[in-house]
């Protein structure tokens, strides 16, 4: 039985989206000082899922808002599933931009399509044969009716709308050098967004502040296999603090997986993991089942340990989160001038205008990321589910 928002004693204001609402819960009159939007490549790679994760347990403790999450690969399996990681969070209506342009060589997602609990694409099996209740009607039902009383009965489906449409709208309402851009993919948005017209100039102009950056010139280096090319034009035009790290991607800063996860994947124990909380499901089949299960393993070795994924992306938000002062405590991280110290940068970039960050407390930061991935939305305290 799906009960409604108000059966469940929740008085729902019309005149707000669920993301408002849920700041509401949560917040009550609390002053969101700092919005973020996140340049997400979520696709092959899982920590993308977990940076999100992070993003929206930082929003569950006031820390920031989340204005858009701009989707800078093409995978088709991909944006529904960050439509579904908001819904989880009580956050139905923030905007998904996608990039409309040029992208070659498109990347398969190992998980993507495992993050919901229907089965979207008939052409695709999905590993029905080695699990055949992953996809049920139980699960579905009891995911629709989760994500139904988190959004107030307000939650969509996904919708398909352009970056620069969404860049061109949302950030307008902030207040001047509010938002800061945490970049975690491929870097065609951001360049679109300072050259696209004289309107999405002014608002970046107006309305963004510091833009932190996973690997500072990681993606750079690719021999422009998507069709990326402009990285370096991007760094020389965009006048505004870059604040970008190498941390976060050694052996010894993965995450993702709780214990639990981690001994169901290691005996075998596939069925009996019927979460259908989208963070655990990506996870659970990305480092279970998924032919890049060994990317969640130490030395990305089949052999190796199971661990979860390596880090970068989830310290980039945990890193923007702490330097701007969202969360009030700088602990565990360092930021100064670049110095001439290039880091990850390809050879040849010799720009020394932005700056470098570095994790000072290794234990602490790991924790600190595992707690906001395996925190459950705080929202579900405030609202019950019966199914």
């Not at 969101?32 to 992070?54: G, K, P, S």
Request: charged share 20%; glycine share 10%; with cysteine.
């Amino acid at each position: 039985m799906k009960v409604g928002c108000a059966a469940l004693g929740f008085r729902v204001a019309a005149a707000l989206t669920p993301s408002q609402q849920t700041e509401k819960t949560l917040c009550g009159d609390t002053n969101i000082e700092h919005n973020v939007i996140i340049e997400t490549d979520f696709t092959a790679d899982i920590d993308d899922l977990a940076a999100l994760a992070a993003a929206h347990a930082l929003a569950d403790q006031c820390h920031w808002r989340i204005l858009a999450i701009m989707y800078n690969e093409k995978n088709s399996d991909c944006p529904p599933a960050i439509h579904a990681v908001n819904q989880w969070y009580g956050r139905d209506d923030i905007p998904i931009g996608i990039w409309g342009g040029d992208f070659w060589n498109v990347e398969e997602s190992p998980w993507c399509a495992y993050v919901r609990t229907v089965q979207e694409n008939p052409s695709m099996s999905y590993g029905l044969d080695k699990y055949p209740s992953w996809f049920s009607n139980d699960l579905n039902s009891e995911y629709e009716s989760t994500i139904a009383a988190r959004n107030y009965g307000a939650q969509t489906s996904y919708k398909t709308e352009y970056s620069m449409d969404v860049y061109e709208r949302v950030p307008s309402g902030a207040k001047d050098q509010s938002v800061t851009i945490v970049s975690i993919g491929y870097v065609e948005d951001l360049y679109a967004l300072i050259n696209f017209n004289d309107n999405l100039k002014s608002l970046w102009d107006a309305k963004v502040g510091n833009m932190y950056v996973m690997g500072g010139g990681y993606n750079f280096d690719s021999g422009n296999s998507h069709g990326a090319d402009n990285a370096f034009d991007l760094y020389r035009e965009w006048s505004k603090p870059i604040i970008t790290s190498c941390e976060g991607g050694g052996d010894d800063y993965r995450t993702g997986l709780n214990s639990d996860m981690i001994s169901a994947i290691n005996s075998g124990r596939y069925t009996d993991f019927n979460s259908v909380s989208p963070v655990k499901r990506g996870f659970f089949y990305h480092c279970g089942l998924g032919w890049a299960s060994k990317f969640c393993r130490h030395g990305d070795s089949e052999t190796g340990e199971l661990g979860g994924r390596k880090s970068w992306d989830p310290f980039t938000v945990v890193l923007a989160a702490k330097d701007i002062g969202a969360t009030g405590s700088r602990k565990g991280i360092s930021t100064g001038a670049n110095n001439g110290n290039l880091g990850c940068f390809p050879d040849g970039w010799t720009a020394t205008y932005f700056y470098l960050a570095g994790i000072t407390d290794k234990n602490y930061i790991i924790d600190y990321m595992q707690t906001l991935i395996d925190q459950e939305p705080l929202i579900a305290n405030h609202i019950a589910t019966v199914v």
